[in-house]
């Protein structure tokens, strides 16, 4: 092996194996799919995110928007989480549209990946859905949320606790 191509390799080694050490992530649906869910819990227009070393999860997006998966979905500009393997626990910021009721989200679970079902706890009832729904980021849209949803400043998420 020629001496260039040895330098070459301690160098990689030098700046690669320290950042093993950190826990970074590129991207939301990484860590999401790093704990055991599928990555489009969150739509694809997360502005940032932190994860701090309690595990609380705070998502933060550009403005309040919706997004369709099997019902629709309101996301808050700041949603927080627990996060753990294979849950988000106490979400704030999450509701999803029950029946023309806009309930809040309270936990996210995945027991079992291999089962192919998640859990939606919506308080008043808990639903499994198909993990396939939930495989790609959506697209949400934030055009038309006050039209679509009369009352909301009345009835909304903020108000409902
Ligand atoms: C979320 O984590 C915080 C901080 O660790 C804790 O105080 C809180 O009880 C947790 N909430 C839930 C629903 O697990």
Redesign the pocket.
């Known amino acids: 092996m020629a001496p260039r191509s040895l330098e070459l390799i301690f160098l990689l080694i030098i700046v690669v194996v320290p950042m093993k050490g950190t826990v970074a992530y590129s991207s939301i649906h990484e860590l999401l799919r790093s704990h055991g869910l599928p990555a489009g819990l969150f739509p694809k227009s997360v502005k940032s995110y932190n994860l701090d070393q309690?595990?609380?999860l705070e998502v933060h997006l550009d403005h309040p928007c919706m997004a369709k998966y099997e019902t629709r979905v309101l996301f808050e500009t700041v949603v927080r989480a627990?996060l753990s393997l294979g849950q988000l626990?106490?979400l704030e910021g999450l509701s999803q549209e029950e029946l023309f009721l806009w309930l809040p989200v309270k936990d996210i679970i995945v027991d079992d990946p291999l089962s192919g079902l998640i859990l939606i706890d919506i308080g008043l009832a808990h639903k499994q859905l198909s993990l396939s729904l939930f495989e790609d980021p959506p697209v949400c849209r934030s055009q038309g949320l006050e039209l679509n949803m009369p009352g909301r400043k009345n009835i909304g998420f903020q108000d409902q606790r």
């Open positions: 309690r595990g609380v627990n626990k106490g």
